[in-house]
C-alpha cells in the first residue's frame, strides 16, 4: 500500500502561482508513475499531468502551457507548478501514483486531494 500527502493548495488569485506537493510512502517501490488530476464538485476526475520515474512527462492538452509536473525521486515527492492560474482552473487537486510509461498512466492509489481556488 501507498500512502500520499499533499499540500500546497490554497486561494490565489487570477494570474497567481501555486505548487503543489505529494509525497509518498510505504510501498513506494512499486511506483513508476506519480502524477495529478484535478476534480470539480458534479464532474469527473481529470487528468492533469503526470511523470515517470524516468522523468518522461505528459500533460492534457494546452495545460503544459501553464503547468509544470516535476519529481524528487529521492524524496519519493511529485510536484505541481502552476502558474498564471485562471478561475477555471479551480479545483480539488488529487496526487495519483501507479504503474506506466510516458504513454499511459495506471493509477493505483490516491492522495486525499488538495483544495485550489483562483479568483477572479
Known amino acids: 500500500q501507498v500512502q500520499l500527502v499533499e499540500s500546497g493548495g490554497g486561494l490565489v488569485q487570477a494570474g497567481g502561482s501555486l505548487r503543489l506537493s505529494c509525497a509518498a510512502s510505504g510501498s513506494i517501490f512499486s511506483i513508476n508513475v506519480m502524477g495529478w488530476y484535478r476534480q470539480v464538485p458534479g464532474e469527473q476526475r481529470d487528468l492533469v499531468a503526470y511523470i515517470t520515474s524516468g522523468g518522461d512527462t505528459n500533460y492534457v492538452g494546452s495545460l503544459k502551457d501553464r503547468f509544470t509536473v516535476s519529481r524528487d525521486n529521492a524524496k519519493n515527492t511529485v510536484y505541481l507548478q502552476m502558474n498564471s492560474l485562471k478561475p477555471e482552473d479551480t479545483a480539488v487537486y488529487y496526487c495519483?501514483?501507479?504503474?506506466?510509461?510516458?504513454?499511459?498512466?495506471?493509477?493505483?492509489?490516491w492522495g486525499q486531494g488538495t483544495q485550489v481556488t483562483v479568483s477572479s
Open positions: 495519483a501514483a501507479g504503474g506506466g510509461s510516458r504513454w499511459y498512466f495506471e493509477v493505483r492509489d
